[in-house]
């Protein structure tokens, strides 16, 4: 089952693509999604959610995909999360790998590093719009799957929690650059920051306006 699903409702995510795997004999449907494809540093981390079937709680009535919800909101749902019975992991692939790997394959790492730390092994798995055809696992990809799934919505917002944390810590390892405020993701304010200071070891230099920097850099020494 390795069909692309391309469809995209107005309504909050469900588990209606979780309840009908379910009713197929799949009992542990795995959600992942990433954060981080689009900025010029840091990493690129992904999150994998299991939401039983037999759980239920109040706070997934609330979840919605990451980039709809408000940092307060995501990090409520983080916390609600880890207390909960719900499986959950993540994965990372670094600013290094990405400029190794190219973005897409070193995003498809890090959902395999989030699928192989997650307990107990899924069964099926529920991807926002990335195919992982070297899984040997039957999946589903869904375009828009963080709007559709509920599982998908869930692991986007461990994702981009996740992802916050290592980019405020970043601020503090790289003060000036504001990597606490924009996340790595080329603002106005980042890319001024750049071009002033120049790359850090975080930056993707795979990315034009950190290549850009970098090369001006290398022709003109101090």
Request: charged share 20%; glycine share 6%; hydrophobic share 35%.
């Amino acid at each position: 089952m390795r069909d692309v699903v391309k469809y995209m409702p107005d309504n909050p995510p469900t588990l209606e693509h979780e309840q009908i795997l379910n009713s197929r004999g799949y009992n542990l449907v795995a959600g992942i999604d990433e954060a981080g494809r689009g900025p010029l540093a840091g990493p690129v981390v992904a999150g994998a959610v299991i939401i039983p079937s037999t759980v239920s709680y109040n706070f997934l009535s609330q979840v919605r995909d990451s980039k709809q919800l408000t940092p307060n909101k995501r990090n409520k749902i983080f916390q609600n999360l880890v207390a909960s019975n719900i499986y959950w992991s993540y994965g990372i692939a670094s600013s290094e790998e990405i400029d190794q790997l190219g973005i897409l394959n070193a995003t498809k790492k890090a959902m395999t590093s989030a699928l192989g730390k997650l307990t107990p092994e899924p069964d099926f798995l529920l991807i926002d719009a990335v195919s992982l055809t070297y899984m040997n696992k039957p999946y589903m990809s869904l375009i828009k799957g963080d709007q559709i799934s509920m599982s998908i919505a869930t692991a986007s917002i461990v994702a981009k929690v996740i992802r916050d944390k290592l980019m405020e810590l970043a601020e503090q390892q790289y003060p000036g650059y504001g990597f606490g405020q924009h996340k790595g993701y080329p603002t106005k304010l980042h890319v001024s920051n750049l071009y002033r200071l120049g790359a850090t070891p975080i930056h993707r230099t795979s990315f034009a306006p950190v290549r850009k920097v970098v090369e001006n850099s290398s022709n003109n020494p101090v």
